[in-house]
């Protein structure tokens, strides 16, 4: 059986673990699959869309900056890529039309649960930024019926609008929005969404959010510990973790999503952290 062609693309895209990621699936499955990466021009990548769909490809993983435009870009969306405004993950119908998904919050809820243990049904969950990244994950937490979440933002009203958009999933949990500087009471859970720690720069945060037992997540991932994790354990935290296997594991559900076989995911975690 020939492979089917697979890709992420974005701009850069030389750095990206997607092919890598999705190699070792493809050896653990036995799926006829080869996965490139394709960096598309910054104003060309509905053209890039459009020809890889057209020489046969079967599907694509759409990263920075072009999550928004593959979501725009799409004639049909799921329900979860519709919410969040953004779309990581592109294929086409049987009808031939171009699908959207978003499996970034599957991929984030599924590492903090399964991978890390972490009870998110009860807690009290401090989110911090308010961009694509962190409207992706919004709905999936939501879900596992949080006590509170807490959604912190330099901008106030830009938070203020995410918890406007996601107040009719919000159920019985507490759903707010305020400065980064605001929170002064420990959280259970804190969730860094932005990318400020990638430049090694911090959210002006009270060190007063982090408790004991509070579980400390920066979706950021790096060789070494992100700058928010240091800051983290710094202040008191003992449960810190990057984005590394939020990455495999939205790569496991588009996998799943594109083949219909989910691969296991741990060994691939494995893996990465000893490349």
């Known amino acids: 059986m020939s492979n089917e062609l697979y890709a992420v693309v974005g701009h850069p895209v030389s ?36 020809h890889f ?11 920075v900056p072009f999550k928004e435009q593959a979501w725009a870009l799409a004639q049909s969306r799921t329900a979860r890529a519709e919410k969040a405004g953004a779309a990581n993950t592109l294929y086409q119908n049987s009808q031939g039309q171009l699908v959207a998904d978003n499996t970034d919050g599957q991929g984030l809820v599924q590492d903090l649960i399964t991978n890390h243990s972490v009870q998110l049904k009860g807690a009290r969950i401090l989110v911090l930024g308010a961009g694509g990244a962190v409207r992706g994950v919004l709905g999936p937490l939501l879900a596992q019926q949080p006590a509170s979440l807490t959604i912190a933002n330099r901008t ?14 919000a159920g019985a949990t507490t759903l ?16 860094n969404g932005t990318s400020a720690s990638l430049q090694g720069d911090l959210p002006p945060l009270c060190a007063n959010v982090i408790a004991a ?3 400390v997540y920066d979706m950021m991932y790096s060789l070494q510990t992100t700058t928010f994790n240091q800051w983290a354990l710094d202040n008191g935290a003992t449960r810190v973790f990057d984005g590394v296997g939020m ?29």
Do not use: M
């Open 213 to 215: 037992g509070t579980v």
């Open 176 to 191: 707010g929005a305020c400065g980064f500087e605001a929170p002064d009471q420990p959280f259970d859970v804190i969730i």
């Open 15 to 50: 750095h990206s673990k997607s092919p890598r990621i999705h190699s070792l699936f493809a050896s653990q499955t036995g799926e006829p699959v080869e996965y490139i990466a394709i960096q598309a021009p910054l104003d060309g990548f509905a053209e890039t869309v459009r």
């Open 156 to 169: 106030v009203a830009k938070a203020e609008a995410l918890a406007t958009l996601f107040a009719d999933e």
């Open 53 to 63: 769909f057209e020489g046969g490809g079967k599907g694509l993983n759409v990263t």
């Open 247 to 275: 990455l495999v594991e939205q790569a496991a559900e588009s996998f799943r999503v594109w083949r219909g076989v989910r691969p296991e995911t741990v060994p691939v975690i494995e893996t990465l952290r000893s490349d």
